[in-house]
């Protein structure tokens, strides 16, 4: 059964329909930190990260008042995550990034495993980008206010309809050539597989007919899974794949758009051909 563009426009975050899935291998075998790793995490990584937050938002808050645009905000953000990338001792490999034309407005499409994600994504992706957020991260102080003050994209995602706004600003944004970022699964890994995606994110693509990048981080999961505050230091990597056009597909064909990046995503964090 085919979808409406309208319904899609009033709940854009509406499950993609049950697809054949293969079961994949499970993440890395985990590694035993022990309890140095867990005493430096809990009184030197966190610490310093919790105050490279505090000060740099408090510090960026007024150049709202200047830039309306974001990209200042974008400028303390970079700062803030090269703060943390450099305290956690984590190098990242960056892949596929020199295949694609980095001045051009694509939606980037990235799997979702750790928090610390959008340090990485800020450091290795050399360019402005926005960032489409669940409405809940509106809550944290601090960074609250600096998703919304920094022209970032929320999306109500347990009650769409009022997503409205945001959703055409997006659009708004991708047309004026600045590239979106989304976490297409909605929200983080609690297993350190890929998700079953939200066809919502990848619905402003279609919209706007911009090509979609798939990205796979890979070790975040590892690094700094959900509920925990342990920072176990590791090699990463930031896996850039091929843009996927949308040229001629319309809202009804959003779910065979949605599968074509999600096997994409998949073939880069599993480290596997796609053919």
């Known amino acids: 059964m085919k979808t409406s563009s309208t319904e899609l426009e009033a709940n854009p975050g509406r499950a993609q329909p049950a697809t054949e899935r293969v079961q994949q291998a499970g993440p890395a075998p985990a590694r035993n930190y022990g309890w140095p790793s867990r005493l430096r995490s809990y009184f030197i990584f966190d610490p310093l990260i919790w105050l490279y937050t505090i000060v740099l938002g408090i510090v960026s808050f007024p150049s709202w008042l200047f830039d309306r645009s974001g990209r200042i905000q974008h400028g303390f953000a970079r700062l803030w995550s090269w703060l943390i990338m450099k305290t956690i001792f984590s190098p990242v490999r960056v892949t596929g990034l020199e295949k694609i034309d980095t001045s051009m407005p694509y939606v980037y499409a990235v799997n979702h495993a750790s928090a610390l994600d959008i340090p990485i994504l800020y450091v290795y992706l050399p360019f402005q980008f926005r960032i489409v957020f669940k409405k809940e991260l509106l809550s944290y102080p601090i960074v609250g206010w600096h998703l919304k003050r920094s022209g970032q994209v ?111 995503v998949e073939g880069l964090y599993y480290n596997r051909s796609e053919t």
Not at 165 to 192: C, H, Q, W
Not at 252 to 259: E, L
């Open 154 to 264: 929320c999306i109500d995602q347990q009650n769409p309809a009022r997503s409205i706004g945001s959703i055409r600003s997006a659009l708004k944004t991708l047309k004026s050539g600045m590239p979106l970022v989304i976490f297409p699964e909605g929200g983080r890994t609690p297993d350190g597989q890929v998700k079953p995606f939200l066809p919502g994110a990848l619905f402003l693509a279609i919209k706007a007919q911009v090509d979609i990048v798939p990205v796979a981080l890979v070790g975040t999961y590892e690094l700094l899974s959900m509920n925990t505050y342990h920072i176990k230091s590791r090699p990463l990597e930031m896996r850039v794949g091929e843009p996927i056009s949308t040229a001629g597909y319309t809202l009804h064909d959003i779910n065979t758009v949605s599968a074509k990046v999600q096997k994409a």
